[in-house]
C-alpha cells in the first residue's frame, strides 16, 4: 500500500508541476512581446511549479520509483506538457479550471494518503524524528492552495479580463 501512494503521488505531481511551468512560461512571452507587467502571475505560476517539483522529489524519495517508473514519469511529462501547452494557447480559462480540478482530485487522494497513515496502514518509512503524515498534511494544503489559485486564475478569464487586471496570489510557499 506504501508504494501504490507513493507510485500516485509521484504520477499526480508529475502532472501538477506542469501548467504552471506552462502558463508561467507563456505569460512571460506575452509580457515581453506587449512591454507589460504581468500583475505578479508570472511569479505566482512558476512558484507553483517550483513548489510541485518540490512535491515531486519528496515523493521519489518515499516511493523509491524503479527506473520503469522513472521512464513512466518522462514519459507523463511530455505528453502532458504538449497536451497542456496546446490546450492553454486554445484557452487559458479552461486549462486553468482543468487544473484546479486536478488539484481538488490531488487533495482528495492526499485525504486518503494521510487517513491510512493515521490508522497505520501505512508505515512512516521516514526517521524517528520526521513524520510522513507531516509531509502529506502540507502538501495537501499546497494543493488546496494551488486548487484555489488556478480557479481564481480561470474565473478572471471568464469575466472577459486579462490575469493582470488581478494582482496575482504570491508569496504563500
Same mark, same amino acid.
Given at each position: /500500500?506504501? @508504494?501504490?501512494?507513493?507510485?500516485?503521488? /509521484?504520477? !499526480?505531481?508529475?502532472?501538477?508541476?506542469?501548467? +504552471?511551468?506552462?502558463?508561467? /512560461?507563456?505569460?512571460?512571452?506575452?509580457?515581453?512581446?506587449?512591454? =507589460?507587467?504581468?500583475?505578479?502571475?508570472?511569479? *505566482? %505560476?512558476?512558484?507553483?511549479?517550483?513548489?510541485?517539483?518540490?512535491? !515531486?522529489?519528496? #515523493?521519489?524519495?518515499? *516511493? &523509491?520509483?524503479?527506473?520503469?517508473?522513472?521512464?513512466?514519469? %518522462?514519459?507523463? &511529462?511530455?505528453?502532458?506538457?504538449?497536451? $497542456? #501547452?496546446?490546450?492553454?494557447?486554445?484557452?487559458?480559462?479552461?486549462?486553468? @479550471?482543468?487544473? +484546479? $480540478? !486536478?488539484?481538488?482530485?490531488?487533495?482528495?487522494?492526499?485525504?486518503?494518503? #494521510? @487517513?491510512?497513515?493515521?490508522? +497505520?496502514?501505512?508505515?512512516?518509512?521516514?526517521?524517528?524524528?520526521?513524520? !510522513?503524515?507531516?509531509?502529506?498534511?502540507?502538501? @495537501?494544503?499546497? =494543493? *488546496?492552495?494551488?486548487?484555489?489559485?488556478?480557479? #481564481?486564475?480561470?474565473?478572471?478569464?471568464?469575466?472577459? /479580463?486579462?490575469?493582470?487586471?488581478?494582482?496575482?496570489?504570491?508569496?504563500?510557499?
Amino acid at each position: /500500500m506504501q @508504494r501504490r501512494y507513493g507510485c500516485r503521488a /509521484m504520477m !499526480l505531481e508529475t502532472v501538477a508541476a506542469v501548467p +504552471g511551468m506552462v502558463g508561467g /512560461m507563456l505569460l512571460h512571452l506575452r509580457s515581453l512581446r506587449r512591454f =507589460e507587467q504581468s500583475g505578479g502571475w508570472i511569479r *505566482a %505560476l512558476l512558484e507553483e511549479a517550483e513548489n510541485e517539483r518540490m512535491h !515531486l522529489m519528496t #515523493f521519489m524519495e518515499v *516511493a &523509491q520509483p524503479r527506473w520503469y517508473e522513472r521512464a513512466l514519469v %518522462l514519459a507523463v &511529462q511530455v505528453v502532458f506538457f504538449n497536451a $497542456y #501547452f496546446l490546450g492553454y494557447i486554445v484557452s487559458p480559462k479552461f486549462a486553468y @479550471r482543468v487544473v +484546479g $480540478y !486536478l488539484e481538488e482530485e490531488a487533495i482528495h487522494s492526499y485525504t486518503e494518503y #494521510f @487517513r491510512d497513515l493515521e490508522s +497505520g496502514k501505512i508505515a512512516n518509512r521516514l526517521p524517528a524524528n520526521a513524520a !510522513l503524515k507531516d509531509i502529506v498534511t502540507v502538501v @495537501r494544503a499546497d =494543493e *488546496a492552495h494551488h486548487r484555489d489559485v488556478n480557479h #481564481f486564475a480561470s474565473d478572471i478569464h471568464y469575466q472577459g /479580463m486579462q490575469l493582470k487586471e488581478s494582482p496575482a496570489p504570491i508569496g504563500y510557499n
